[in-house]
């Protein structure tokens, strides 16, 4: 499935990958979330509902993922890289911005983000 996330004047899409946690947050569309900054690395939002479990934890990241961090429960769009890993219980890949998730760091601070479905 195709996504559009707006936040200001920038707009990026991405494709969510074919697994039971992206479905479940593809049926949460359209969404408008507060994105915070975290480590200067990835803007973050706080889901309305856990999301059902599906995809493989991973422990790294790559700019561009989309992630579902379960604790949370939230999303992630990493758009620069640190080199650190991520703790337990590891994250969700839910999808990947085709390009440009870097322009999300000129948001200093929080964010509104608008998630909606393309396709």
Request: glycine share 10%; charged share 25%.
């Amino acid at each position: 499935m195709r996504i559009r996330l707006t936040a200001g004047e920038t707009v990026l899409t991405a494709t969510l990958d074919d697994n039971a946690t992206a479905r479940d947050f593809a049926s949460l569309l359209p969404l408008t979330l507060q994105m915070n900054d975290l480590f200067k690395r990835e803007k973050y939002g706080h889901l309305p509902r856990s999301l059902a479990a599906g995809g493989t934890p991973r422990f790294s990241y790559e700019i561009g993922n989309i992630v579902y961090w379960s604790p949370g429960p939230d999303i992630a769009v990493f758009y620069a890289h640190d080199g650190e890993s991520i703790p337990e219980p590891g994250q969700i890949i839910l999808g990947e911005i085709d390009s440009g998730a870097d322009a999300l760091k000129k948001y200093d601070g929080a964010v509104d983000v608008t998630i909606e479905a393309v396709d």
